[in-house]
């Protein structure tokens, strides 16, 4: 059976489970809820409670690739993240926060490069995975 997370038996089965005496070992005694802010009360202090809520399907699903780019010598990765089925546009996020500007400058050449290889897969599906330009 579930439980209306907005109704007084929610907040009287939270408050029995013992998570207040958790979160706040120090106020003993008895506490109350204030059904029109709907707030736990513990010697006329007020206490919020925060619910988390997460949707059992996922809003978007993404494709992640790894890529890199190589400058002055050095190979800076990134992620190329494609959302599926949305429309949401690519993105790319590096590995690490010290990538030099010219290599972050290189977003939308990334992109570009993405976009054209996947067009080049699809005209011939027994290219290599790998591609360079």
């Given at each position: 059976m579930s439980i209306d997370k907005t109704s007084k038996e929610y907040y009287l089965e939270v408050l029995n489970s013992g998570m207040f005496s958790k979160l706040y070992p120090t106020l003993t005694g008895d506490w109350e809820i204030d059904e029109v802010k709907w707030k736990f009360i513990h010697q006329n202090q007020l206490f919020d409670v925060m619910k988390i809520n997460i949707d059992r399907e996922?809003?978007?699903k993404e494709v992640w690739y790894e890529g890199s780019v190589t400058y002055k010598g050095l190979e800076h990765k990134f992620w190329l993240i494609e959302?599926?089925?949305c429309d949401y546009e690519l993105e790319v996020r590096w590995f690490f926060k010290s990538v030099p500007m010219e290599v972050r400058?290189?977003?939308?050449?990334i992109i570009e490069t993405f976009k054209k290889i996947n067009h080049d897969r699809r005209q011939n599906k027994n290219g290599s995975n790998v591609q360079s330009y």
């Amino acid at each position: 059976m579930s439980i209306d997370k907005t109704s007084k038996e929610y907040y009287l089965e939270v408050l029995n489970s013992g998570m207040f005496s958790k979160l706040y070992p120090t106020l003993t005694g008895d506490w109350e809820i204030d059904e029109v802010k709907w707030k736990f009360i513990h010697q006329n202090q007020l206490f919020d409670v925060m619910k988390i809520n997460i949707d059992r399907e996922p809003s978007i699903k993404e494709v992640w690739y790894e890529g890199s780019v190589t400058y002055k010598g050095l190979e800076h990765k990134f992620w190329l993240i494609e959302p599926q089925d949305c429309d949401y546009e690519l993105e790319v996020r590096w590995f690490f926060k010290s990538v030099p500007m010219e290599v972050r400058r290189q977003y939308v050449e990334i992109i570009e490069t993405f976009k054209k290889i996947n067009h080049d897969r699809r005209q011939n599906k027994n290219g290599s995975n790998v591609q360079s330009y």
